[in-house]
Structures are given as structure tokens and as C-alpha cells.
């Protein structure tokens, strides 16, 4: 399974900005997909997922209210909707695929599929 990126940039406060990833590859449509994110001198961490066999979407604490994770199964897409961006978003954000379980959704050791990451830097 390949993953794609893309949809970072460079904005101001209080924007807004879309990320797309898209899944590729025979099984790509077997996964769950999901965001994190890295700040600088960060770990990684979780930011929002929507497992495969349906149920909501999960999100981090820090994000929900902000950010709308939604998903195309039939282009094997998601896209995460961030609103209301604040400096603290500011990071290196990866998707990622695997076949999760309501318990390994916010845990990046359940993903075995990583896209290279795409830039959001946040100005305040």
C-alpha cells in the first residue's frame, strides 16, 4: 500500500487548510486510515481516524471541535478538514493505514503503512 500526501502549506492564524491522502496499491481498500502529526521536538501523535469497517470517526482531544476527518472508500481517500488553526498545529503531518481495532486506533504501532508527510506551519 502507497500513501499520498498532500495539502500542507504555510497560513495564518485562525485559517483553515485541507489535507488529502490517497491510498493506492491491491489491499489499499482493506485498511483503516488515519492522521498524525509531529511538532517540532515532538513525538508523534495521534490526530484523527476513521477505521475501515465503519463506526465514527476518532479524533484526538486537542483537535475535536476543529478538525473533520472524512473518507471516500470508494477512492480509498480521506481528507482531514482543519479549521481554527492555531501555532500549536505547526507540524509534519503523516497519513498512515492499518488494519485497526477500536482499541490500536490511536496508536501508531496498529498502522503499517506510512505516507511521506506533508507541512503545516501556522504563523501566529
Known amino acids: 500500500v502507497q500513501l499520498q500526501a498532500s495539502g500542507g502549506g504555510l497560513v495564518q492564524a485562525g485559517s483553515s487548510l485541507r489535507l488529502t491522502c490517497s491510498a493506492s496499491?491491491?489491499?489499499?481498500?482493506?485498511?483503516?486510515m488515519g492522521w498524525f502529526r509531529q511538532g517540532p521536538g515532538k513525538e508523534r501523535e495521534f490526530v484523527a481516524a476513521?477505521?475501515?469497517?465503519?463506526?465514527?470517526?476518532v479524533y484526538a482531544d486537542i483537535v475535536k471541535g476543529r478538525f473533520t476527518i472524512s473518507r471516500d472508500i470508494s477512492r480509498n481517500t480521506i481528507r482531514l478538514q482543519m479549521n481554527s488553526l492555531g501555532p500549536e498545529d505547526t507540524a509534519v503531518y503523516y497519513c498512515?493505514?492499518?488494519?485497526?481495532?477500536?482499541?490500536?486506533?490511536?496508536?501508531?504501532?496498529?498502522?503499517?503503512?506510512w505516507g511521506q508527510g506533508t507541512q503545516v506551519t501556522v504563523s501566529s
Open positions: 498512515a493505514a492499518g488494519r485497526v481495532i477500536a482499541s490500536t486506533t490511536t496508536s501508531q504501532s496498529a498502522y503499517n503503512y
Open positions: 496499491g491491491q489491499t489499499a481498500g482493506d485498511y483503516s
Open positions: 476513521w477505521r475501515r469497517m465503519g463506526g465514527n470517526p
